[in-house]
Antibody, heavy 118, light 108 residues
Framework: EVQLVESGGGLVQPGGSLRLSCAAS????????MHWVRQAPGKGLEDVSA????????YYGDAVKGRFSISRDDSKSSLYLQMGGLRSEDTAVYYC???????????WGRGTLVTVSS | DIQVTQSPSFLSASVGDRVTITCRAS??????LAWYQQKPGKAPKLLIY???TLQSGVPSRFSGSASGTDFTLTISSLQPEDFATYYC??????????FGGGTKMEIK
């Protein structure tokens, strides 16, 4: 089955760190750019971070630049998001997303909830 | 960054209605725009890409069109399962691939 499964979310205190993982299956992971998209409670979608097929190129939104780091391990068909200096405004569901043809987001995981609170 | 302004933000409609949602890009994006549907508690689902190409498995009552920097998602005859939130996304200038603010569609 073609799918993305996120893990690693949870409750963390402000200033803390968390590492999200995304396990891909059913497709050739190394052939796709990947993104992390988040959605704060009751809010819209935000493209937080992205990584190219070979990992050489990465993108970070202004809200997370300098605090988050995206990486991938093609040998494990896995995507990661290392999050540090977490703030209450980082509270959201984080989705692992595959970038398909014409850059559309054609495959989404179910998401993992990150809650930043004391 | 290219901004996309989506309207309306809220839409009340009845089963069988024809509805239209619009996105306007702050600059030219060619045909590089996608539409997604999101139901409560679920991940978004790709409906349309390249402004008017239906993703595999999406019912034909969904359609997309483009005119300059204006893009439209039309549902020809609303079904009960179509009540959801819809988002557009520009795919031209990368990164970021910015989303519109969303349109929440509810049953009248």
């Amino acid at each position: 089955e073609v799918q993305l499964v996120e893990s690693g979310g949870g409750l963390v205190q402000p200033g803390g760190s968390l590492r999200l993982s995304c396990a891909a299956s059913g497709f050739i992971f190394s052939g796709y750019g990947m993104h992390w998209v988040r959605q704060a409670p009751g809010k819209g979608l935000e493209d937080v971070s992205a990584i190219s097929t070979n990992g050489d190129s990465t993108y970070y939104g202004d809200a997370v630049k300098g605090r988050f780091s995206i990486s991938r391990d093609d040998s494990k068909s896995s995507l990661y998001l290392q999050m540090g200096g977490l703030r209450s405004e980082d509270t959201a569901v984080y989705y692992c997303v595959r970038e398909g043809l014409a850059r559309n987001f054609d495959l989404w995981g179910r998401g993992t909830l990150v809650t930043v609170s004391s | 960054d290219i901004q996309v302004t989506q309207s309306p933000s809220f839409l009340s409609a009845s089963v069988g209605d024809r509805v239209t949602i619009t996105c306007r890009a702050s600059q030219g994006t060619g045909s590089y725009l996608a539409w997604y549907q999101q139901k409560p508690g679920k991940a978004p689902k790709l409906l349309i890409y390249a402004a008017s190409t239906l993703q595999s498995g999406v019912p034909s009552r969904f359609s997309g069109s483009a005119s300059g920097t204006d893009f439209t998602l039309t549902i020809s005859s609303l079904q009960p399962e179509d009540f959801a939130t819809y988002y557009c996304q520009q795919l031209n200038t990368y990164p970021p691939l910015t989303f519109g603010g969303g349109t929440k569609m509810e049953i009248k």
